[in-house]
């Protein structure tokens, strides 16, 4: 294929990736099937992918597959021939003019396909499904680590500059040291289970990015194949055209992605890629994708720094975009929350003006509301969304309703918000025993307790629906905990057994609701009528400092019948609630004491309280230093001791019958980093 097919097939195929962001698979797929080039096998694939990662439709994944290999079968031939042309480049001038290798689109288009077979294995969650993602993440990172060093060889571009080095600048790289970061040295060993360890097995890094001079990679052999001229007006022109615009953005996105993932991954692979002598740099993966998505995440505003057009730089915007999200919802607690709002807000605000009917935009707009407290204005986004149409992406759409549910549920609208999770089960056909969990959950909350019967009666019978990989999802598990205890409870008192929901006090949905991090960024009213709920119940709330909203503290007379939470795991859960509200409302005394009161209980079912509970008392310690004027002294005592919380909280994590550990162990990871960044600004400030 000829420069000038190359650049018209990529043009042609972009048209299919516009339609996508815009909501219109149909679309897409018309656009898409119009050309048999690996550029359009790869959005057809990109499709059914999507299809069955956002749905969770497994029927999608092997459709997904063969695309995909053919996509990149093609690339890789296309690649090849592109090589055997002598004094070739790629480019789009047409001229012998383009500046990078002969090929090298190609071997990005390789690279994302088996990024994305890799992951279409993984949604099977069967063993082999498994083995067979780490096979291709592992070939993928590779090729990306290479493709970094052959177009940033001198390392990414500051600010606004060139995103593409010089001719010069190039040509001197193959034969003078030049500073490689860390992120992309290779494991000094280079056995079968050190290149797996290192590559492919997923990891997070420690606090502290690291990185070292090393030499530039073994570069001379291809300089032929290179072909830079060191043309001066070569170094500051931007990327010209859809391929070399590709080829920068592609490597940036790649390169970009697995850092940031091997950077968030659990502590214990971590260790274990560590001793492979593989290293990551969480801030360089950031620039990287920044630069992709053509935005400048470092300094007062966001100005352009990279293309920002290539298709590579609307899903590098995705990731950042994911990236931030996930701090803000659930660290708990920024070193520098306005900033971060600043920089997500930036990178959505760039891709929505070119998509603004697409679904992950809207998605992230409404997020943004939430987190800077506006969720009535959330709501309105997320349902302003969802009324407009016709839209064909449904998967995307159940994005929106998700996001809705659980900000409705947030804010007590218990009816609005029961309404979205079972709609849920309309659109995917992820867990529908944990939207009908928290479903009946809401409907305790609103008295209606046979509504609420009616959905734990339907429980079992989701539960036991075959799951892919036969195993059951981390809130399934719960939920399985929490029906055998509700059953319990109801036979212990001598109710009713087909009533058991009688025996329900807090609510479900409550209950799942700290996982998600609800209650952090709720409204002072909606905080205050929690905790009137949760001290209703008896026996009386009892704790040792004063609280405005738990009066007297005394117990009240005797109750006509038998106690409502009648076991410490009851007890414990509902004084995580109330610690939770009170935090909230800035009533840190309270919170403190309830919340070390959930975290030293003697629990038999709830064995997650006591981690969550400290993890939670971390957060209060932070809120409360930040909202006192505490000098550099005092900053360093509370980091210090939530360091060592963290540190009793890692070590509840790896008892193995601990509910959902996993997610609490990326809230810990999260809230390590803020902490490291907290340090940073305090030492920087004395």
């Known amino acids: 294929m000829s420069s000038s097919d190359t650049a018209a097939a990529l043009a042609s195929a972009n ?16 656009a898409f099937s119009a050309q048999q080039s690996p550029f359009h096998l790869l959005g057809l694939g990109a499709c059914a992918f999507l299809e069955a990662a956002l749905g969770m439709e497994s029927g999608m994944t092997g459709e997904a597959s063969r695309l995909l290999t053919q996509s990149e079968a093609g690339a890789r031939k296309a690649a090849a021939e592109a090589k055997s042309r002598k004094g070739g480049t790629s480019g789009d001038r047409g001229d012998g003019a383009g500046r990078f290798a002969a090929g090298l689109e190609w ?51 500051e600010g606004s500059k060139s995103v593409v080095p010089s001719a010069a600048s190039s040509r001197e790289s193959l034969v003078q040291p030049v500073p490689v970061p860390a992120a992309v040295a290779a494991p000094a060993k280079k056995s079968v289970l050190g290149r797996w360890g290192a590559s492919a097995v997923w990891g997070r890094s420690s606090a502290s990015s690291s990185s070292s001079s090393l030499a530039a990679p073994s570069l001379r052999s291809s300089a032929s194949s290179l072909s830079l001229r060191p043309s001066p007006a070569e170094a500051s022109r931007p990327p010209e055209g859809p391929v070399e615009e590709m080829i920068v953005a592609g ?109 992950l935009w809207i998605l992230n707009r409404a997020k943004i509301l939430r987190m800077t407290n506006d969720a009535n204005g959330a709501i309105a986004v997320l349902q302003n969304a969802l009324e407009t149409g016709p839209r064909t992406f449904v998967q995307a759409d159940t994005l929106l309703v998700f996001e809705l549910a659980w900000t409705l549920l947030a804010q007590r609208r218990h009816r609005e918000a029961a309404e979205a999770f079972i709609k849920l089960t309309e659109l995917n056909s992820w867990s529908h025993a944990t939207y009908y969990f928290i479903a009946a959950g809401c409907y305790i909350s609103l008295g209606d307790r046979t509504k609420a019967q009616e959905l734990f009666d339907a429980l079992p019978g989701l539960l036991e629906r075959k799951k ?77 400092v004063p609280s405005p909203y738990l009066p007297g503290n005394q117990a009240s007379a005797a109750s006509a019948g038998p106690l409502d939470l009648d076991t410490p795991d009851e007890s414990a859960l509902r004084a995580l609630l109330l610690g939770l509200m009170h935090r909230t409302l800035r009533l840190y005394e309270p919170a403190r004491a309830l919340l070390e009161s959930a975290a030293g209980a003697t629990l038999k079912a709830s064995t997650w309280i006591a981690g969550v509970a400290e993890f939670e008392l971390a957060v209060a310690e932070l809120r409360e230093a930040e909202s006192q004027s505490v000098g550099p002294e005092g900053w360093g005592r509370v980091l210090d001791g939530v360091e ?36 940073g600004m305090v030492k920087k400030a004395a």
């Open 107 to 157: 071997e990005i288009l390789s690279a994302d396909a088996v990024v994305l077979l890799g992951l279409s294995h993984a949604l099977s969650e069967s063993y082999m499904g498994y083995l067979q993602c780490m096979y291709s993440l592992n070939s993928a990172h590779s090729k990306f680590t290479r493709l970094y060093k052959t177009v940033f060889p001198n390392g990414l571009p």
């Open 251 to 359: 490597t940036a996105f790649g390169f970009g992605l697995f850092n940031l993932v091997f950077s968030l991954l659990p502590k214990k692979i971590q260790s274990l890629v560590g001793l492979f002598g593989f290293k990551h740099d969480r801030a360089l993966a950031l620039k990287a994708l920044a630069l992709s998505a053509g935005v400048d995440i470092g300094g007062g505003s966001l100005v352009a720094a990279g293309t920002g057009r290539d298709v590579h730089g609307v899903f590098a915007g995705l990731v950042l975009m994911t990236f931030y999200g996930v701090v803000l919802l659930l660290s708990g607690y920024q070193a520098d929350e306005a900033e971060l709002v600043r920089v997500y807000k930036g990178v959505v605000d760039s891709i929505e003006a070119r998509y603004p009917a697409g679904a």
């Open 468 to 544: 892919m990989g036969g195993k059951d999802l981390p809130t399934e598990v719960l939920i399985r905990k929490r029906m055998a205890y509700y059953q319990e409870k109801q036979k212990r008192r001598g109710g009713d057994p087909s009533r058991y929901v009688e025996s329900v006090k807090i609510s479900s949905a409550d209950e799942l609701g700290i996982f998600w991090n609800t209650y952090q960024r709720i409204d002072d009213s909606v905080a205050e009528a929690h905790i009137k709920e949760l001290a209703a119940f008896t026996p009386p709330v009892m704790i040792s």
């Open 644 to 679: 060592a919380r963290l540190t009793v909280v890692q070590g509840l994590v790896g008892k193995s019958d601990v509910d959902l550990a996993s997610r609490l162990e990326s809230r810990v990871a999260l809230l390590r980093d803020e902490v490291e960044k907290k340090r």
């Open 15 to 30: 048209l299919g990736f516009d339609h996508l962001f815009s909501n219109h698979i149909a679309d897409a797929r018309t």
